[in-house]
């Protein structure tokens, strides 16, 4: 089975705090994602990577960065929280040419 | 701009009646579609592909280019398929497999 795990179910930080989302998958997988998903307005991507130290961005990546140094391993990196970026941060990852998108189970982050 | 719209936030269905979810689309090209569930504190997850043209859990969509449309279908709903749905397409970029949502629809069966 794909296990995708997710650093923190659910977090709390402050306006202006530097925060960091973890996400590792255990097989393999060449491309990986961040999204968010809020009410209303359903999945949207903010960074995708397909390969260890590459980035693109999503439809949404003002106030994120990413990182991938390890092919498992693909940090969201959000600079100066802000309470717009309260959200369910999803991560998902995935090999072609199959197309399914294996997704971890979420971080809740709140700012305050 | 790829774009896949679900025009129902909610859907509420008695046991047994028919559940059709919508799920419409914009597309330049052939689309590759999916629909994905996400069950109260679980994880997102692949319900079907219009690839495969197969029945999971009862359920069925059918790829209407004329319409642009990939409607998720169910002929008696149960209890169990309370949940998010999404409907999503496929974009290729740089050979990277990237998806775009919609906005989701929550579906309750009543008893």
């Known amino acids: 089975d794909v296990k995708v795990t997710q650093s923190s179910r659910y977090l709390v930080k402050r306006t202006g705090e530097k925060v960091f989302l973890e996400c590792v998958q255990d097989m393999d997988h060449e491309n990986m994602f961040w999204y968010r998903q809020d009410p209303g307005l359903g999945l949207r991507l903010i960074y995708f990577?397909?390969?260890?130290?590459?980035?693109e961005k999503g439809d949404i990546p003002e106030g994120y960065s990413v990182s991938r140094e390890k092919k498992e391993r693909f940090s969201l990196i959000l600079e100066s929280a802000s309470t717009n970026q309260t959200s369910m941060y999803l991560c998902?990852?995935?090999?072609?040419?199959?197309?399914?998108?294996?997704f971890g189970p979420g971080t809740r982050l709140t700012v305050l | 701009a790829q774009r896949v719209t679900q025009p129902e936030k909610l859907l509420s269905v008695f046991k047994g009646a028919p559940v059709e979810l919508k799920c419409n689309y914009s597309y330049s090209g052939s689309p590759e579609l999916f629909w994905y569930v996400q069950y109260s504190r679980q994880r997102l997850q692949l319900l079907l592909r219009h690839i495969s043209r197969e029945s999971i859990k009862g359920f069925t969509a059918d790829l209407n280019k004329g319409e642009t449309s990939f409607h998720l279908k169910k002929p008696f709903a149960q209890e169990e398929d309370s949940a998010m749905y999404y409907c999503a397409l496929e974009d290729l970029i740089q050979g990277a497999q990237k998806l775009v949502f919609g906005q989701g629809t929550r579906l309750t069966i009543n008893p």
């Open positions: 998902a990852s995935t090999v072609p040419p199959y197309n399914e998108q294996f």
């Open positions: 990577s397909y390969d260890v130290k590459m980035k």
